[in-house]
């Protein structure tokens, strides 16, 4: 828990459809233009790297780099 809260928090691409909100208990929300809570699930950091499981099952990963997340060929930035 400790190594990911620096990331927790919203990450929003530029044109801020998709949003990524990190929460402290590992769990994740993602919403999609107007849908809201798109996908829910669970969140590892491991180092720089992210691993996302959401509740159907569905897995996928991401990298942080120089306070950029790059998830799934989205570019990512964390909201103040």
Known sequence: MEQSKEYIGM???KDKHIKHELLP???YDEARGNRK???QGHYTVT???IDYKDDTGFTADGEFRN??????????????
């Open 47 to 49: 180092g720089n790297y």
């Open 11 to 13: 990450w929003v691409t």
């Open 67 to 80: 306070g950029i997340l790059y998830h799934a060929g989205m570019i990512l930035y964390k909201e103040n």
């Open 37 to 39: 809570k798109a996908y």
């Open 25 to 27: 208990n590992n769990r």
